[in-house]
């Protein structure tokens, strides 16, 4: 129905020539705009023609969509502009500044030098010119810089690899993934990007990693940290912190250790667990000196570090508990 037939439409009822069909029509309508239907029919007709008449565009949204008049694009064209503007000036910003993942920044086409991909579905080993080894995992890039072996050892990492580096005292080995940088002379340790995040996790297998963030303000204090085997550090690329903690798995610092190392016959606690700090380089702390004189008994070869520690804390109804670096045991002792 157009304008113009309504219109008409509201004359006819407003001068009592409406059908009993159009009133009901009418009476429809208006329900479906107003809120208060309960009181349609104490409504004078005066008061519905003009509510209908000022609500005519939504009652046609409501009940013939198809039919809305369209609204000349020139009208909204300068908000179009402006809002187009506005959001151009936006991308412009945060892409400039740092705020975008820095997985959605390709690091073939934001830094130059020699780029390999892993684009299959396993793990792919790539060599380095100074006998550094990179392991790429799935979708994961590395760039290494026109420069790379000159003053430093530099390369890009976008997603997930392991490193073993080559020792050089004289050529820092730098890695970059967004504003996270890890900085090694001789080591090995994994980079990872975290799932649904934008925070990259660093562990370290053998060696010591500096690991801090990239500040725009080059006078302006860099917040990093020293991770030793068996470390990890969380980086938040978007708060610019870092924490601490210890990896999921750790592994023995020496591999060489012998197996009788953790075969224990009447030892106290006290001297079964410098054995397993010293073989894993983690800071073991007893709360309750008293835990410290239990005797212990057992072997825990071919065991990892947590499931030693959970064998030997359950023979004294004791816990323990990982925070930041070091592992906490919580007991009252052995009465």
């Not at 990492?157 to 020792?167: R, T």
């Not at 500040?215 to 980086?235: F, H, M, S, W, Y």
Request: hydrophobic residues 40%; contains cysteine.
């Amino acid at each position: 129905m157009s304008k113009e037939k309504y219109q008409a439409l509201l004359a006819k009822y407003l001068n009592g020539e409406c059908s009993d069909e159009e009133r009901a029509l009418l009476d429809q309508w208006y329900e479906a705009l107003h809120a208060r239907t309960e009181n349609n029919k104490d409504i004078d007709p005066e008061s519905k023609t003009s509510f209908l008449e000022r609500n005519w565009e939504a009652l046609l949204a409501k009940t013939h969509p198809e039919e809305q008049e369209p609204k000349p694009l020139f009208k909204w064209w300068p908000w179009m502009v402006a809002a187009s503007l506005v959001m151009a000036i936006s991308v412009t910003y945060f892409w400039g500044n740092g705020w975008w993942p820095y997985s959605a920044q390709p690091i073939a086409q934001t830094q130059s030098g020699t780029i390999k991909s892993n684009h299959s579905n396993q793990p792919q080993t790539i060599s380095l010119p100074d006998g550094s080894t990179v392991v790429l995992e799935k979708n994961a890039s590395l760039v290494m810089a026109n420069d790379f072996g000159k003053q430093q050892r530099t390369v890009y990492l976008e997603g997930g690899a392991f490193f073993s580096v080559k020792p050089n005292a004289k050529l820092p080995f730098l890695v970059h993934a967004g504003d996270v940088v890890t900085e090694v002379l001789g080591t090995s340790f994994r980079i990872q990007p975290l799932v649904n995040t934008r925070d990259i996790e660093v562990s370290v297998n053998t060696g010591r990693v500096s690991v801090y963030t990239l500040e725009k303000d080059k006078l302006k204090k860099r917040n990093g940290v020293i991770l030793t085997p068996n470390q990890k550090a969380v980086i938040s690329t978007e708060l610019k912190t870092i924490q601490q903690g210890i990896v999921e798995r750790p592994t023995l610092v020496d591999k060489g250790i012998p197996e009788s190392s953790f075969i224990f016959e009447e030892a106290t606690f006290d001297q079964a667990l410098k054995s397993i700090q010293n073989a894993y380089g983690i800071e073991i702390v007893v709360v309750n000196p008293a835990v410290k004189a239990c005797a212990f008994t057992g072997d825990l070869n071919g065991l990892e570090l947590f499931q030693q520690l959970e064998l030997m804390c359950g023979t004294i109804n004791a816990k323990f508990e990982t925070r930041g670096t070091a592992i906490f045991i919580l007991g009252k002792g052995c009465d």
